[in-house]
């Protein structure tokens, strides 16, 4: 005898029978209780979900001796007709290759004559969107309008290419991939009906392979028999289907986030001496860091791609030692070289240089945890932000920098970590200016009673703190004590009058207050000395004498190393005045 293989051996025979497609086999046998059946209905979803085979059932419970009916016997001689594939009542045309004018014209003479024995004349039309245009346009009237006998039944992939004007004289009903875990336990029910077992993770593999279709899966599972073994273990069934092997897989995402170049070209030489195919452990490689990544920020317990409670506990181990911009960050580099790999003459090359390229990739770190940092550090905390962590570990704390002094620039070390991908680097947010937020302890104070360029300089002190280079620019100023005011006057020149606001007049006095109770107030101008003609080069030496002093401030200073970055530029204004066209950008 012919062996038949499982997905016509096990294909279902009622609407009860059929797998994932509750939501149409429940209309369709309601329509049939209630007698509301419609003489025209389009099935579409992807490759083997069961659209023929919900025909055929259809068909059935309209020709069965006990029907209509939603459960057809099977046993009568329509049944058994109509199951055997040699229906005179029920046509099976394939459009695919019937798809002319003329083969409509011919469909449509046949259907004018009654039926030879069954009730209805069950027409399918298989691929219905290979027709050409003109034999959509014969089709029209007869599917509109049909004779009481005749039931149309489209079946396609791909909706899209069926007109409109087909479309809304049909029924429709939209069949869907079934999930993977669905399909393991179909695998198993199949198994369990011939007398055979498979490990569960083989099942698994095979439902993640079908990619939501039951006769794939069933093909696969056929190729896994037919090797006429009683029990294979998991390692053999990845062996006989050709497929990548998901220890390989994880091993190399291991040795990518390790940063382990010879690990990652020896498992790259390990699938192509095995005959892996390149593009699938590529593929393979992009679907376990969205898994990684989707583990990462996924709540305990969800359901995430069929994927049993064990593969997901491994893929949060896997993924908790490594922020979600990293795990985001090495999925883009794998997508944006798909195209190149797959044109590549080859692949394999391709392949190791974009992983060798993945294992330089740095632990990325949140540009909400470098601002939070920056914040600490400016707010006097002890905590300050991330400093350059290498090799995935936890950032550790740099305890805070002395406001008197200015440390010398340390280089930034190679394993520094990048911010996340935001291409653009944000502004370092101004710390706040209550002294509330970063207490400062109040001791003696420095200046005596009188001596007006202590109190300044005690001022330009205090003021490094929250505005550093507020207090750079008063550095260079005078001062002088009259009638109960600390007069500060700014050296001449066209950036003292940007500093010269009754912003900063309000904040020097606000921070005098907490300084000295009951203290002078402090009034800020600029110099009224007349500028015949601006020194450039003067204007520039004090500029780049501001951007150095700037520069060695703490919180700037922490900013830079995290960022790779240097000051450049000064830029005197407030970010909450308007622009002044004299000052120049911060870079």
Same mark, same amino acid.
């Given at each position: ?23 149409? =086999? ?10 509301? +059946? ?16 919900? $025909? ?39 459009? %695919? ?25 069950? =027409? ?8 050409? #245009?003109?034999?959509?346009?014969? +089709? ?48 198993? #029910?199949?198994?369990? !009906? ?15 392979? $079908? ?42 995402? #291991? ?29 393979? @490689?992009?679907?376990?860091?969205? /898994? ?20 997901? !506990?491994? @893929?949060?181990?896997? %993924? ?41 990739? #740095? ?33 550790? $704390? ?105 912003? /900063? ?9 907490? @300084? ?34 700037? %520069? ?18 000064? /830029? ?7 622009? /002044? ?7």
């Amino acid at each position: 005898m012919s062996y038949l293989v499982l997905a016509r051996k096990h294909r279902p025979a009622t609407f009860e029978e059929v797998v994932g497609q509750e939501h149409v =086999t429940r209309t369709l046998a309601g329509a049939l209780e209630s007698g509301r +059946l419609a003489h025209a209905f389009c099935f579409t979803g992807p490759r083997g979900v069961g659209k023929t085979t919900v $025909a055929r059932i259809l068909a059935k419970a309209l020709n069965c001796e006990h029907g209509p009916t939603p459960t057809p016997c099977g046993k009568c001689g329509h049944c058994l007709e109509i199951s055997e594939g040699r229906a005179v009542d029920v046509q099976e045309i394939d459009a %695919a290759s019937n798809s002319r004018v003329e083969d409509v014209r011919e469909l449509r003479e046949m259907i004018r004559y009654h039926p030879q024995s069954g009730r209805y004349r069950v =027409t399918i039309l298989d691929e219905v969107h290979m027709l050409s #245009k003109a034999a959509f346009n014969a +089709l029209l009237k007869t599917l509109e309008e049909p004779p009481e006998h005749a039931v149309f039944i489209l079946a396609t992939t791909d909706v899209h290419k069926v007109p409109l004007t087909i479309l809304s004289r049909c029924q429709r009903f939209d069949f869907r991939r079934l999930p993977p875990r669905v399909l393991a336990e179909h695998l198993g #029910k199949v198994l369990a !009906a011939e007398g055979l077992s498979l490990p569960a993770e083989s099942l698994a593999l095979m439902a993640r392979e $079908a990619d939501g279709s039951v006769r794939d899966s069933l093909s696969l599972l056929d190729q896994v028999l037919a090797a006429g073994k009683e029990s294979m273990t998991h390692p053999e069934v990845v062996e006989l289907l050709g497929l990548v092997d998901r220890e390989l897989v994880t091993a190399t995402a #291991k040795a990518v986030l390790a940063g382990e170049a010879g690990e990652v070209l020896d498992l790259v030489s390990r699938v192509y001496a095995a005959g892996g195919e390149m593009q699938a452990f590529y593929a393979a @490689l992009q679907e376990h860091f969205r /898994n990684l990544a989707a583990a990462k920020a996924a709540p305990e317990g969800a359901e995430l791609f069929g994927l049993t409670p064990e593969e997901m !506990a491994a @893929l949060r181990t896997q %993924a908790g030692p490594h922020s979600p911009e990293t795990l985001h960050e090495i999925f883009d580099h794998l997508a944006a070289s798909e195209d190149l790999f797959r044109r590549a003459s080859q692949p394999r090359l391709v392949m190791e240089m974009t992983l060798l390229k993945l294992t330089q990739v #740095k632990p990325v770190v949140s540009l909400a945890e470098i601002i939070s940092g920056l914040e600490r550090a400016g707010g006097g905390e002890t905590g300050a932000p991330p400093s350059r962590p290498r090799n995935n570990q936890a950032p550790a $704390a740099a305890p805070p920098a002395a406001h008197n002094s200015a440390p010398a620039h340390n280089p930034a070390p190679a394993g520094n970590p990048r911010p996340a991908p935001a291409r653009q680097a944000p502004q370092t947010p101004s710390p706040p200016l209550s002294p509330k937020a970063a207490p400062v302890a109040k001791a003696a104070p420095v200046a005596k009673p009188g001596d007006a360029e202590g109190m300044l300089k005690e001022l330009v002190r205090y003021a490094e703190q929250n505005q550093p280079a507020l207090a750079s620019y008063l550095g260079r100023a005078t001062a002088a004590l009259e009638d109960g005011l600390l007069r500060v006057t700014l050296p001449p020149g066209a950036i003292a009058t940007s500093y010269a606001t009754e912003k /900063n007049q309000q904040r020097l006095n606000r921070m005098a207050g907490e @300084l000295w109770d009951g203290g002078p107030k402090v009034r800020l101008s600029a110099s009224t000395e007349a500028v015949q003609a601006p020194d450039h080069q003067a204007l520039a030496a004090a500029k780049a004498a501001a951007a150095a002093e700037l %520069a060695q401030h703490p919180v700037v200073r922490q900013a830079a190393e995290i960022f790779e970055a240097e000051v450049v530029a000064l /830029n005197p204004a407030d970010p909450n005045d308007k622009p /002044n066209p004299l000052s120049t950008e911060q870079d």
